[in-house]
Nanobody
Framework: VQLQASGGGLVQAGGSLRLSCAAS????????MGWFRQAPGKEREFVAR????????YYADSLKGRFTISRDSAKNMVYLQMNSLKFEDTAVYYC????????????????WGQGTQVTVSS
């Protein structure tokens, strides 16, 4: 199983980025795909998740309205559209796959991508 995150970069505050996660190596139909982020010196935190089959989404409360998660089943891709970026959104962003959501945190996720750096300049 491979999850390949991409799309990170340097952006000014107020700008937008779209992260992509290419999933391969198995069928993800019954999986939940999530995005997490980890800023320097901080714990990894949940950003958003989406069920692969129905496309049901769930977001961290603090990010609702600015971030949008989506998936393209035909391409085996998961996306994270990030708008109105803030300096505090600076982090490494990871995509991950879970078979089921029990705790709602990173412990649910069994497969992880390598991360992509997002840097927001103030």
């Amino acid at each position: 199983v491979q999850l390949q995150a991409s799309g990170g970069g340097l952006v000014q505050a107020g700008g937008s980025l779209r992260l992509s996660c290419a999933a391969s190596g198995r069928t993800f139909t019954n999986y939940v795909m999530g995005w997490f982020r980890q800023a320097p010196g901080k714990e990894r935190e949940f950003v958003a998740r989406i069920t692969w089959n129905l496309g049901t989404t769930y977001y961290a409360d603090s990010l609702k309205g600015r971030f949008t998660i989506s998936r393209d089943s035909a391409k085996n891709m998961v996306y994270l559209q990030m708008n109105s970026l803030k300096f505090e959104d600076t982090a490494v962003y990871y995509c991950a796959a879970a078979r089921a959501i029990r705790r709602g945190d990173s412990s649910d996720y069994v497969f992880w991508g390598q991360g992509t750096q997002v840097t927001v300049s103030s």
